[in-house]
């Protein structure tokens, strides 16, 4: 061998040798920022003995005999197992991701920022009551501590090469504030798209539009809305307008999945036990780690005088906080869903002639005050953001008359979030529950909550703000007599409902009560009420006595029930296209004709039925609404879920004077739908798929991604859960299911009896891509096994002491 060939033979074994090197560096270090899972972590800061079992799962269970140390114990298992979720949390709502993510974020960083939510967070925090405070104070300490017994930093920070920050008691509160902006509108854009509709399109035309759809209400009092009534030819006719841009803008300003969920109690006189038995599923947004963090904690006083001030309770936590979310605790069981109320007011600030600080109020004029916000960037300069703000709140941006506009939001107010939700550790009765539910610190949510003697109720949980005498879910003017909310409902105020007589009780996002209950919690985005309509219909259809796995069954649904009259108006469509002598219509039909009556995976008449109907009703609505978008070109209109009552309404009618001159009848609108639904999707013609083999599963397959996965494509495969094509749809069904949305977990459980309860989530317990608890999980997920509720036999224990 010559010189030149032994030298680069010899060059490419070093070079294999340092790879392997770093490979191997790389993988100790990674391995070194795993927990400890057994022994005794001594010195921790606990006041007495702490126990951690875990099961094969990793799902702990934790001991104390205090509610200090449980909360120390707690924050420990937060940071050791999910700290990077934790700091990500905080960062969000208070506007800090450039600091670690860099200059990318920085836009997300402006926008999240004006709601000062540090400085939110730092007076609620002040204004908290000495207990509470002091929990929240243990739980920081268990977080750093737990942070700091591992033996290398979480591998997300060796990435990023970052060092993480020690959590504090604020960063508690600022996790709840994230919870905020996740399941509300933190923009105010729904009520500025009813206030723009309002100013240009007739009265009788925007009450249409906003109608809602009352054939699919499924109010658990009964009441039902007022179907919505077609304006007439002399109140609006589009066909004497000339021309206008019927067509739906190239980029839709489409809604985001709901925040929603589903939550159903059954009485006990239905259950074989006696006790209620309560069911969850909450929909999120589906990213690794999962939300919630599952535990059963456990205080168990040592002294027989204060036995009886101990607990047991299971369920779900959010890393970040030292309480349980929903779950049992073996008295009482509770779930929620978003509720969708009206918790935000936009006030749009009404100008001053000469004096851009200033804005006239009734009776004289204010000026606004400006704070210096300053915005950290990882590797770039920080960034000086200049925010307004008014006694209302921070001014967030313009309206459609580029007016500059504030929200008065419940977040806003350091009263809005507590630690009152600890108090559902002790309660025993459904009735003690409702009563509490009025001051949780959370974002408003429908609360279901059942006990063990068989009793249920219903209440919106979080403080409800009391609305003033203005139109509700619109924006008000800053020169209005009253403006914005006036405090806070009382207790004595609140709707609720306890032990109906149907012995069932639900709630998925929609309309829950009728009535003067219904205006004190408003309409800012609720659901139709198909999902809701179809869980009752599955409980009423279940025979008593009802136990847990009926649950499942009924969260599984992946009925369509709500596409059949969308099946079969498309059929009818496709019939006349064959009569036109339109070729491609017979092999659509073929298609159409294989409906399974499921959003199931292999089935492409569902996929495109969904598109048939998506085609339609973005036609008409953005025909409805063309006048406002002449005069406001620019604004991004989102059709609401509600819009499905008066579209359904225009296609039985097809009034003349409701289509546009661009279209020579409905039958010529609906043609153009169905000729744009034949288009496959990117999914399907990237692949040269035909129409028969573009299924659902192809477009809906569900992709559950680190959050750093999307940066680092090489460690996609390593970070990501596996690529799953689950049955199910973003709408209207019991099993809601997008690509990076859906059930965040499902449980559902009669308290006092445990065992017998299930719980599952799209992933484990710990963050740590070589933990093996990093996917458990998710194949039950996927595939609808249940796993039980309880811990099982513990495989690791961990003693913290002293």
């Known amino acids: 061998m010559s010189r030149a060939l032994r030298f680069g033979a010899l060059t490419a074994a070093v070079l294999a040798g340092a790879v392997m090197a770093a490979v191997l560096a790389g993988w100790l270090v990674l391995r070194a920022s795993l927990p400890s899972l057994d022994g005794r972590a001594v010195r921790t800061g606990v006041r007495a003995e702490v126990?951690?079992?875990?099961?094969?799962?990793?799902?702990?269970?934790?001991?104390?005999?205090?509610?200090?140390?449980?909360?120390?114990?707690?924050?420990?298992?937060?940071?050791?197992?999910?700290?990077?979720?934790?700091?990500?949390?905080?960062?969000?709502?208070?506007?800090?991701?450039?600091?670690?993510?860099?200059?990318?974020?920085?836009?997300?960083?402006?926008?999240?920022?004006?709601?000062?939510f540090r400085d939110v967070a730092e007076r609620a925090v002040a204004?908290?009551?000495?207990?509470?405070?002091?929990?929240?104070?243990?739980?920081?300490?268990?977080?750093?501590?737990?942070?700091?017994?591992?033996?290398?930093?979480?591998?997300?920070?060796?990435?990023?090469?970052?060092?993480?920050?020690?959590?504090?008691?604020?960063?508690?509160?600022?996790?709840?504030?994230?919870?905020?902006?996740?399941?509300?509108?933190?923009?105010?854009?729904?009520q500025l798209q009813r206030g723009l509709l309002r100013a240009t399109l007739p009265e009788a035309l925007w009450r249409f539009i906003e109608a809602g759809a009352p054939e699919w209400d499924a109010a658990i009092d009964g009441s039902h809305a007022e179907p919505p009534r077609i304006p007439t030819p002399d109140e609006i006719d589009l066909r004497s307008l000339g021309v206008l841009p019927v067509t739906p803008p190239e980029t839709l300003e489409q809604s985001p999945?709901?925040?929603?969920?589903?939550?159903?109690?059954?009485?006990?006189?239905?259950?074989?036990?006696?006790?209620?038995?309560?069911?969850?599923?909450?929909?999120?947004?589906?990213?690794?780690?999962?939300?919630?963090?599952?535990?059963?904690?456990?205080?168990?006083?040592?002294?027989?005088?204060?036995a009886a001030e101990g607990f047991d309770a299971v369920g779900l936590t959010l890393p970040g906080v030292p309480s349980l979310v929903v779950g049992s605790n073996g008295h009482i069981a509770w779930g929620f869903t978003n509720s969708y109320g009206e918790f935000a007011k936009v006030i749009r600030l009404v100008p001053v002639p000469g004096d851009p600080d200033a804005y006239a109020i009734a009776g004289g004029t204010r000026k606004l005050r400006y704070v210096d916000e300053i915005?950290?960037?990882?590797?770039?300069?920080?960034?000086?953001?200049?925010?307004?703000?008014?006694?209302?709140?921070?001014?967030?941006?313009?309206?459609w008359e580029h007016r500059p506009y504030a929200l008065d939001w419940v977040a806003h107010d350091p009263a809005a979030v507590n630690m009152n939700l600890l108090a559902f550790e002790h309660i025993h009765s459904a009735a003690e529950a409702l009563r509490a539910a009025g001051d949780l610190g959370i974002p408003g949510q429908n609360i279901l909550v059942g006990d063990a003697e068989g009793h249920i109720g219903w209440s919106i949980a979080g403080r409800l703000p009391r609305h003033s005498d203005a139109p509700p879910v619109v924006p008000q003017l800053s020169t209005d007599p009253v403006v914005g909310f006036e405090g806070w409902l009382a207790l004595g105020e609140r709707p609720q409902m306890l032990d109906p007589a149907e012995g069932l009780l639900w709630s998925a996002n929609a309309r829950v009560v009728g009535g003067e209950a219904a205006s004190r919690i408003g309409d800012d985005g609720l659901d139709r009420g198909a999902r809701a309509a179809q869980i009752h219909a599955d409980l009423e259809a279940a025979l008593p006595p009802v136990a847990p796995l009926a649950s499942l069954r009924i969260q599984l649904d992946d009925r369509a029930v709500f596409l059949e009259?969308?099946?079969?108006?498309?059929?009818?469509?496709?019939?006349?296209?064959?009569?036109?002598?339109?070729?491609?219509?017979?092999?659509?039909?073929?298609?159409?004709?294989?409906?399974?009556?499921?959003?199931?995976?292999?089935?492409?008449?569902?996929?495109?039925?969904?598109?048939?109907?998506?085609?339609?009703e973005t036609r008409v609505?953005?025909?409805?609404?063309?006048?406002?978008?002449?005069?406001?070109?620019?604004?991004?209109?989102?059709?609401?879920?509600?819009?499905?009552?008066?579209?359904?309404?225009?296609?039985?009618?097809?009034?003349?004077?409701?289509?546009?001159?661009?279209?020579?009848?409905?039958?010529?609108?609906?043609?153009?739908?169905?000729?744009a639904s034949e288009r496959l999707p990117p999914e399907c013609a990237s692949e040269r798929l035909d129409l028969a083999s573009c299924t659902w599963g192809r477009v809906n397959a569900v992709r559950v991604a680190h959050p750093l996965s999307a940066a680092l494509p090489l460690l996609g495969r390593f970070l990501d859960m596996p690529t799953a094509t689950p049955p199910g749809a973003h709408h209207d069904m019991p099993r809601i299911q997008g690509t990076d949305f859906g059930a965040s977990e499902r449980f559902s459980v009669s308290p006092g009896h445990e065992k017998d309860a299930y719980l599952h989530m799209p992933g484990g317990e710990s963050g740590h891509p070589l933990s093996p608890f990093y996917r458990a999980g998710f194949e039950a997920w996927v595939e609808g096994r249940p796993t039980p509720l309880l811990p099982g036999p513990a495989m690791h224990e961990l003693v913290l002491t002293p």
């Not at 406002?628 to 991004?636: K, M, N, S, V």
């Open 375 to 399: 915005i950290e960037v990882k590797g770039a300069p920080s960034e000086h953001l200049k925010v307004a703000l008014t006694p209302w709140g921070p001014v967030m941006g313009t309206d």
């Open 127 to 190: 204004s908290l009551d000495a207990p509470s405070r002091a929990l929240l104070d243990a739980y920081a300490k268990g977080a750093n501590a737990g942070l700091s017994a591992l033996r290398a930093r979480p591998f997300e920070y060796w990435l990023l090469r970052a060092e993480p920050k020690p959590w504090n008691a604020v960063d508690t509160v600022l996790c709840a504030h994230a919870m905020f902006l996740q399941l509300q509108d933190s923009t105010g854009h729904l």
């Open 257 to 306: 999945d709901p925040a929603g969920s589903n939550n159903w109690a059954v009485a006990g006189s239905r259950t074989a036990d006696g006790a209620a038995l309560v069911a969850n599923d909450m929909h999120l947004g589906l990213r690794v780690p999962n939300v919630w963090y599952r535990a059963r904690l456990v205080e168990s006083s040592t002294k027989a005088s204060d």
């Open 621 to 675: 609505f953005y025909m409805l609404i063309a006048p406002a978008r002449l005069e406001h070109r620019d604004f991004g209109f989102e059709i609401s879920p509600s819009f499905e009552g008066p579209l359904w309404r225009l296609l039985e009618a097809r009034p003349a004077h409701l289509l546009a001159a661009a279209y020579a009848d409905w039958d010529s609108l609906l043609y153009e739908a169905l000729i």
């Open 51 to 116: 126990r951690v079992s875990r099961d094969a799962a990793g799902v702990p269970t934790i001991t104390a005999q205090n509610r200090s140390d449980l909360a120390f114990a707690l924050g420990y298992l937060h940071a050791q197992d999910r700290f990077f979720q934790m700091d990500l949390l905080r960062r969000a709502a208070a506007g800090e991701l450039g600091a670690l993510l860099g200059p990318a974020l920085l836009p997300t960083d402006r926008e999240l920022r004006r709601h000062r």
């Open 565 to 616: 009259r969308w099946r079969a108006l498309l059929g009818r469509v496709i019939e006349r296209a064959r009569d036109r002598g339109d070729r491609s219509a017979a092999a659509t039909q073929e298609v159409l004709a294989r409906w399974s009556g499921h959003a199931a995976p292999d089935d492409a008449a569902f996929r495109l039925t969904l598109a048939f109907r998506h085609e339609v």
